[in-house]
């Protein structure tokens, strides 16, 4: 961890938005896909989205699905991930990864090279 550095997240009342984005903490570096994933309280880390290089490529978690929606800018090694209709059962410390090369579909850790620290996102009801 201490590649990538998140931010954006934050309280929010259930049906709310919100956006997070990750940038790298320091030099930029060449990426296959990024992607973000969150952990719940005393849950395994999940997948939420990824996106491939060039931003040709997305998948999302069916938790998620047509209410989330992942972006990346590649000039900056920067992703996003827009985040709608927001339930209660988002809440979750929210991580954003690279991955340097191609070595799974993206949708689990082991895929994934650099993390970033994290950032909390809270949804009220």
């Known amino acids: 961890q201490g590649q990538l550095v998140e931010s954006g997240g934050g309280l929010v009342q259930a049906g709310g938005s919100l956006r997070l984005s990750c940038a790298p903490s320091?030099?930029?570096?060449?990426?296959?896909?990024m992607g973000w994933f969150r952990q719940a309280p005393g849950k395994e880390r999940e997948f939420v989205a990824t996106?491939?290089?060039?931003?040709?490529?997305?998948y999302y978690a069916d938790s998620v699905k047509g209410r989330f929606t992942i972006s990346r800018r590649d000039a900056k090694n920067t992703v996003y991930l827009q985040m709608n209709s927001l339930k209660p059962e988002d809440t979750a410390v929210y991580y954003c990864?690279?991955?340097?090369?191609?070595?799974?579909?993206?949708?689990?850790?082991?895929?994934?090279?650099?993390w970033g620290q994290g950032t909390q996102v809270s949804v009220s009801s």
């Open positions: 990864a690279a991955a340097l090369v191609h070595r799974g579909a993206g949708q689990t850790p082991n895929d994934y090279d650099y």
């Open positions: 996106i491939s290089w060039g931003g040709g490529s997305t």
């Open positions: 320091g030099r930029t570096f060449s990426t296959w896909s």
